[in-house]
C-alpha cells in the first residue's frame, strides 16, 4: 500500500471538471488499495506530508504547491505527477528532478524547452459507466459542449496588436489548413519570423482559431438539432434554427445530458494528438462521437468514432455513418479507466524508486 497526496487545485476550470476529476481519481486509488490525502492549499499539504510521508504525490492543471519559489516536490524530496490538460504556453513549465509533467497530447512536449526531465503520455481516466439507454430511448440531436467566442471581437482585438500583420498572416494560412496541427504550424512560423513575443502570439491565435473551427463546423450542420451546452458568444450560432443553446452546464451534469441525446461533437481546443475527456465521457454515456481526426484517435479508436474532414464536410455522412458497436466500445473504453491509468502512474513511481535505490 502506499500513501498518495492529491494536491487539489482550486481552480474550478471548465465548470468544475477539476473537482470531478479529483474525486473520481481518489475513488480509484483507494479501490486499488491505497491510501489517500488531498490537501487544498500549501499548508494542508505540508501538515500531510509532515504527518504521514506520502510516497508520492499527483496533481492537475497549474502546479501551485511552492514554498519560498520551491517546489514542495524537491523540497520533501518526493515524486510528484502533474496532468497538464491545457496547452503548456499558458502554465508554468516547471522542470526539476522530482516533477514529473503528463501529457495528455503527446505535442504538448514540443512546446518545452528544454524538455522535461521526467514525463508521461497519458489521457485523463474516467469512472465507467454500468448502464446506458438503449439507442431508441434518446433523442436525435447533436451535443456540443464548449466555449465559443465571437469573432468578429477577437479579429478586432488582432487588429489593433503590435503584431497584428503576422498573426492575420498565420491565421489566414490556417483557416484554410484546419486539418493541420496547431502547435506543429505555430512553432514552424514562429521559427521562420524569428518572433521573440511567442506567448501574447500563441494567446490570440490560439483564441481566435478554436472557435473559428467550432463556428465552422456548427454552421455547416443544418438539419440535425444542435444542442449548444457552452458560453455561446458566436451570435450568427443562436440564430440558427436547429440550435438550442441551453447555456452553461456543470461539467458532473453532461453525462446525464449526454445520456438524453444520441450524438456528442467534439472539435478539439487545437490538440492534435489527444484522446479528450469529452470523446471518454460521451462514449461512457452509450453516444455516437462526430470528432476530427487525429493519428491517436484513428489509432486508438478505429471506426468506433465517426470522423469529419474540414476540407469535406458533410453533415449526412456524419450523422448517419455509424460502424461501431456497444462491445468494442466497451473493450476501449476500458483502457481509460481511472484504475488504469493510475497503476501506470503507480508503475512509473516504483520504477524510479527502484531506479534510485539501485
Given at each position: 500500500?502506499?500513501n498518495i497526496l492529491l494536491t487539489d487545485n482550486i481552480f474550478s476550470g471548465?465548470?468544475?471538471?477539476?473537482?470531478?476529476?479529483?474525486?473520481?481519481?481518489?475513488?480509484?486509488?483507494?479501490?486499488?488499495?491505497?491510501?489517500?490525502?488531498?490537501?487544498?492549499?500549501?499548508?494542508?499539504?505540508?501538515?500531510?506530508?509532515?504527518?504521514?510521508?506520502?510516497?508520492?504525490?499527483?496533481?492537475?492543471?497549474?502546479?501551485?504547491?511552492?514554498?519560498?519559489?520551491?517546489?514542495?516536490?524537491?523540497?520533501?524530496?518526493?515524486?510528484?505527477?502533474?496532468?497538464?490538460?491545457?496547452?503548456?504556453?499558458?502554465?508554468?513549465?516547471?522542470?526539476?528532478?522530482?516533477?514529473?509533467?503528463?501529457?495528455?497530447?503527446?505535442?504538448?512536449?514540443?512546446?518545452?524547452?528544454?524538455?522535461?526531465?521526467?514525463?508521461?503520455?497519458?489521457?485523463?481516466?474516467?469512472?465507467?459507466?454500468?448502464?446506458?439507454?438503449?439507442?431508441?430511448?434518446?433523442?436525435?440531436?447533436?451535443?456540443?459542449?464548449?466555449?465559443?467566442?465571437?469573432?468578429?471581437?477577437?479579429?478586432?482585438?488582432?487588429?489593433?496588436?503590435?503584431?497584428?500583420?503576422?498573426?492575420?498572416?498565420?491565421?489566414?494560412?490556417?483557416?484554410?489548413?484546419?486539418?493541420?496541427?496547431?502547435?506543429?504550424?505555430?512553432?514552424?512560423?514562429?521559427?521562420?519570423?524569428?518572433?521573440?513575443?511567442?506567448?501574447?502570439?500563441?494567446?490570440?491565435?490560439?483564441?481566435?482559431?478554436?472557435?473559428?473551427?467550432?463556428?465552422?463546423?456548427?454552421?455547416?450542420?443544418?438539419?440535425?438539432?444542435?444542442?449548444?451546452?457552452?458560453?455561446?458568444?458566436?451570435?450568427?450560432?443562436?440564430?440558427?434554427?436547429?440550435?438550442?443553446?441551453?447555456?452553461?452546464?456543470?461539467?458532473?451534469?453532461?453525462?446525464?445530458?449526454?445520456?438524453?441525446?444520441?450524438?456528442?461533437?467534439?472539435?478539439?481546443?487545437?490538440?492534435?494528438?489527444?484522446?479528450?475527456?469529452?470523446?471518454?465521457?460521451?462514449?461512457?454515456?452509450?453516444?455516437?462521437?462526430?470528432?476530427?481526426?487525429?493519428?491517436?484517435?484513428?489509432?486508438?479508436?478505429?471506426?468506433?468514432?465517426?470522423?469529419?474532414?474540414?476540407?469535406?464536410?458533410?453533415?449526412?455522412?456524419?450523422?448517419?455513418?455509424?460502424?461501431?458497436?456497444?462491445?468494442?466500445?466497451?473493450?476501449?473504453?476500458?483502457?481509460?479507466?481511472?484504475?488504469?491509468?493510475?497503476?501506470?502512474?503507480?508503475?512509473?513511481?516504483?520504477?524510479?524508486?527502484?531506479?534510485?535505490?539501485?
Open positions: 500500500m502506499l471548465a465548470h468544475g471538471s477539476f473537482r470531478i476529476f479529483f474525486d473520481e481519481i481518489e475513488c480509484a486509488l483507494k479501490s486499488l488499495g491505497h491510501e489517500v490525502f488531498r490537501a487544498n492549499n500549501v499548508a494542508d499539504a505540508v501538515s500531510i506530508c509532515k504527518k504521514y510521508a506520502p510516497d508520492f504525490s499527483a496533481g492537475i492543471g497549474k502546479y501551485n504547491y511552492m514554498i519560498d519559489g520551491k517546489l514542495l516536490c524537491e523540497l520533501y524530496g518526493k515524486p510528484h505527477y502533474q496532468w497538464i490538460i491545457d496547452n503548456p504556453l499558458k502554465m508554468p513549465r516547471l522542470s526539476a528532478e522530482q516533477f514529473t509533467p503528463i501529457f495528455i497530447d503527446r505535442e504538448f512536449l514540443e512546446m518545452y524547452e528544454p524538455p522535461p526531465r521526467n514525463f508521461l503520455f497519458l489521457p485523463l481516466g474516467i469512472k465507467l459507466a454500468e448502464n446506458k439507454p438503449a439507442e431508441n430511448n434518446r433523442l436525435r440531436g447533436i451535443v456540443f459542449s464548449g466555449q465559443v467566442k465571437d469573432l468578429a471581437r477577437l479579429r478586432d482585438k488582432i487588429r489593433r496588436h503590435r503584431q497584428s500583420m503576422l498573426i492575420e498572416r498565420f491565421l489566414n494560412f490556417m483557416e484554410n489548413h484546419l486539418n493541420l496541427s496547431f502547435i506543429v504550424q505555430y512553432k514552424k512560423f514562429l521559427a521562420e519570423n524569428a518572433l521573440a513575443s511567442a506567448e501574447e502570439f500563441f494567446r490570440l491565435t490560439n483564441s481566435y482559431l478554436r472557435s473559428f473551427k467550432r463556428v465552422f463546423v456548427l454552421k455547416r450542420i443544418q438539419s440535425c438539432p444542435l444542442i449548444l451546452a457552452g458560453d455561446i458568444a458566436e451570435e450568427s450560432l443562436l440564430k440558427k434554427p436547429n440550435v438550442v443553446c441551453i447555456g452553461e452546464v456543470p461539467y458532473a451534469e453532461l453525462p446525464a445530458l449526454f445520456l438524453r441525446y444520441t450524438h456528442v461533437l467534439h472539435i478539439s481546443p487545437n490538440f492534435s494528438a489527444c484522446v479528450h475527456d469529452r470523446i471518454l465521457r460521451g462514449l461512457n454515456a452509450g453516444c455516437r462521437i462526430i470528432t476530427e481526426e487525429n493519428l491517436l484517435l484513428r489509432q486508438t479508436f478505429g471506426d468506433v468514432l465517426t470522423y469529419f474532414d474540414y476540407n469535406d464536410f458533410d453533415e449526412k455522412t456524419i450523422t448517419e455513418s455509424y460502424a461501431g458497436n456497444i462491445g468494442a466500445t466497451n473493450k476501449i473504453l476500458s483502457q481509460f479507466a481511472w484504475t488504469r491509468i493510475l497503476t501506470a502512474v503507480i508503475e512509473d513511481y516504483q520504477r524510479r524508486v527502484g531506479t534510485r535505490e539501485n
